[in-house]
């Protein structure tokens, strides 16, 4: 049975940074690309970050680039989402996903795996 567990989630003040952990387990997750989406309350779940699972290539969504941060630990099975400077406007449910492809993906449907979805409320 494969699972995607998240945690890292929470409240925090607007300026402040928190990091995301999705542990995989039932997959060959060195074998899989992986991304975080988020989904704030009214709006479609959105696309963040994927990494291929190589690690040789990474793809960020402008609404993020340059200041979250995706990475993986393939010995460890397990992904991250470094997230500092953290705005209001970040306020979501997230989500880590992943799929069996080599490169990166940017779009929802190839994922086929997901996490629970954690909140992370960030206060102004």
């Known amino acids: 049975q494969v699972q995607l567990a998240e945690s890292g989630g929470g409240l925090v003040q607007a300026g402040g940074a928190l990091r995301r952990s999705c542990a995989a387990s039932?997959?060959?997750?060195?074998?899989?690309?992986m991304a975080w989406f988020r989904q704030a309350p009214g709006k479609e779940r959105e696309f963040l970050e994927s990494?291929?699972?190589?690690?040789?290539?990474?793809y960020y969504a402008d609404s993020v680039k340059c200041r979250f941060t995706i990475s993986r630990d393939n010995a460890k099975n397990t992904g991250y989402l470094q997230m500092p400077s953290l705005k209001h406007e970040d306020t979501a449910v997230y989500y880590c996903?992943?799929?069996?492809?080599?490169?990166?993906?940017?779009?929802?449907?190839?994922?086929?795996?997901w996490g629970q979805g954690t909140q992370v409320t960030v206060s102004s």
């Open positions: 996903s992943a799929a069996s492809y080599g490169g990166v993906l940017t779009s929802r449907d190839p994922y086929a795996y």
């Open positions: 039932g997959l060959t997750f060195s074998s899989y690309a």
């Open positions: 990494i291929s699972w190589r690690l040789s290539s990474t």
